[in-house]
């Protein structure tokens, strides 16, 4: 059995249920769904597909650290395609904090507070973060879902006050 599949079995054991009787993923929760689907991939990668953005919208904290665990094991030890890479991830992510990050409506929703004159509204935001004018990169990309930094807000925030342009008067 592979590495992967051994960890993720030792911590989930009804997602091997579900994989001997696909009948049983039925009952799963969606935490444990999402590694039924995950353990299909690492069986047999060429034939099953993993999509990130479940991963997204199910796990956080252990269970996505987890997750990248499994995956982790698996590139290194499975398939060996990691064999001279010193780190899939770096030990940073052990300190990242989630909180940290805001995704654009939140983003929206701040300049519009603290900036009450403004003409920036969710119509051009959009039209301004796709055209890559005005708004800043996001910091963070999963999937197509984009995430800034508190401090990123912030510095364009206080840069916005100082701009007469998108002020109404």
Do not use: C, G
Not at 77 to 94: R, V
Not at 123 to 142: C, E, G, M
Not at 144 to 159: G, L, N
Request: charged fraction near 30%; proline fraction near 5%.
């Amino acid at each position: 059995m592979k590495h992967a599949l051994k960890m993720l079995y030792q911590r989930y054991p009804d997602v091997e249920k579900a994989k001997e009787d696909p009948a049983f993923s039925e009952n799963l929760k969606p935490e444990e769904l999402l590694f039924f689907r995950l353990s299909l991939f690492i069986s047999n990668p060429k034939k099953h597909e993993l999509y990130l953005s479940k991963v997204h919208s199910v796990l956080q904290d252990d269970e996505l650290m987890f997750f990248f665990e499994i995956l982790q094991t698996f590139y290194k030890k499975d398939t060996k395609k990691l064999n001279n890479a010193s780190n899939l991830f770096s030990e940073s992510i052990k300190e990242f904090d989630p909180s940290e990050y805001y995704k654009a409506a939140t983003f929206l929703e701040r300049i519009q507070k603290e900036i009450p004159n403004t003409t920036l509204r969710s119509v051009n935001f959009w039209s301004y973060l796709s055209q890559k004018l005005v708004i800043p990169s996001p910091d963070l990309a999963i999937d197509t879902v984009k995430f800034w930094k508190t401090s990123t807000i912030q510095e364009f925030i206080e840069k916005e006050k100082k701009t007469p342009k998108r002020k109404k008067y």
